[in-house]
């Protein structure tokens, strides 16, 4: 079995490389990622040498490569991971969320319809259901919960589920996609909540919470979702989509105490600052059909799993000190810019 891979020098998809890798040691696992400041080709070391992977860099918007590629590899399934994935810069700049996120969606489908595969999956997200109100626990995102996005970014995956499912209806492809609920784990790129607020306490700066930090998240560790997609590329049905999340609410507020609890850190750290533009309240994963379907459960309970994370991050200091050194820099000081938190 050949398996691509996009966007695998990323957060998720380089947890899935690994997942792969190690239960399939005979499928042959191809990597394909454009490298934006996203994608760190140090995380994926540990497997470069493995003789059954490749690392291709490039662009799942570029045509011809993208195709060049298949003609070579002849993939049996494609797992698009690439996307761009940070609300925040959506915010700040639609234009290259719209060109990956649903551009490159489309190019890599054209390529699965040219030269046959078995399983298309998309990897999207829950933020494509909108936000639940706070004062509704009772209410879950199922898979027919309607679409109802907030954020370019958000709005971007819906688009691209469209069109996922648009191609299995008009040519018959067969797809899959899945829609997760937040992820933490290691190699999370520090811009998102868990592992900025790490690298802050870990450094003594100013913990920037949007708005109240009333905000609810339901967390899974990465290792779940990439079980989960493993399942579903094996076992799902085809034209399927599947809702994944473990059923742990948390607000941003008490995620943040609770780092800073772990690290010893004083909550004195923590500073209000101003929302997020559109701010999704609450996302709330229902992921009965997973379960009843592929008997898929989450593993790692969030005290165990955020434990693990915070490790990974004490002992990886060297993976995101180069990170927020980097041209990553720029982008923290447009967005915190009077917490100047790295000069
Ligand atoms: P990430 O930003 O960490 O990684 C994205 C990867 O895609 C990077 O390696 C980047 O270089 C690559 N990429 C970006 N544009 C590309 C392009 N045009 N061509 C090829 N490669 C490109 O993202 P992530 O958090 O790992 O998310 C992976 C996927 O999972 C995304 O599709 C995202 O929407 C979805 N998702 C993420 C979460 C989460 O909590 N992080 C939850 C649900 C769904
Ligand atoms: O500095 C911050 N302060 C803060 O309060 C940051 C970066 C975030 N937040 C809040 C915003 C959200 O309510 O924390 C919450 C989580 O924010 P992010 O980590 O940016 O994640 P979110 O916007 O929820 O989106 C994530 O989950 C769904 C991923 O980035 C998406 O790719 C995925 O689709």
Not at 34 to 57: E, I, Q, W
Not at 87 to 98: A, G, K, M, Q, T
Not at 196 to 224: C, M, Q, S
Request: charged share 25%; hydrophobic share 35%; glycine share 6%.
């Amino acid at each position: 079995m050949t398996v691509i891979i996009t966007g695998g020098a990323g957060f998720i998809g380089s947890n899935f490389i690994f997942h792969m890798l190690k239960k399939y040691p005979d499928y042959r696992i191809i990597c394909l990622d454009k490298l934006t400041y996203a994608g760190n080709l140090s995380t994926l070391k540990s497997v470069m040498d493995n003789k059954n992977f490749r690392f291709v860099k490039a662009d799942i918007c570029d045509r011809e490569t993208v195709c060049k590629l298949f003609e070579e590899e002849r993939p049996d399934v494609v797992v698009n991971f690439a996307a761009e994935s940070h609300v925040d810069r959506s915010i700040e700049n639609p234009d290259v969320f719209l060109q990956t996120n649903i551009m490159g969606t489309s190019v890599l489908m054209d390529a699965c319809r040219k030269y046959g595969i078995t399983r298309y999956h998309q990897v999207s997200t829950d933020e494509v259901y909108g936000d639940l109100p706070l004062d509704r626990p009772d209410l879950f995102f199922t898979e027919e919960t309607p679409i109802h996005t907030s954020s370019p970014y958000s709005a971007s995956k819906a688009s691209a589920d469209l069109l996922v499912m648009a191609y299995h209806r008009t040519y018959g492809l067969s797809v899959t996609i899945s829609r997760c609920s937040n992820n933490y784990g290691p190699y999370h790129f520090p811009e998102k909540l868990i592992p900025l607020i790490i690298a802050n306490a870990l450094n003594d700066k100013p913990l920037p919470v949007y708005g109240k930090g009333e905000n609810i998240r339901d967390w899974l560790y990465v290792e779940d979702h990439c079980k989960a997609i493993d399942l579903i590329i094996h076992n799902g049905r085809v034209g399927e989509v599947y809702n994944i999340g473990g059923h742990n609410e948390m607000k941003n507020i008490d995620i943040v105490k609770l780092i800073c609890r772990e690290l010893n850190k004083p909550e004195s750290l923590i500073t209000y600052v101003a929302d997020r533009k559109g701010h999704d309240m609450r996302y709330a994963i229902d992921p009965t059909k997973i379960h009843n379907e592929l008997g898929w459960l989450p593993e790692t309970k969030f005290a165990d799993g955020i434990k693990k994370t915070i490790k990974w991050y004490l002992e990886n200091r060297e993976w995101w000190e180069e990170i927020i050194s980097g041209e990553y820099r720029n982008y923290y000081e447009r967005t915190y810019g009077n917490l100047n938190c790295y000069t």
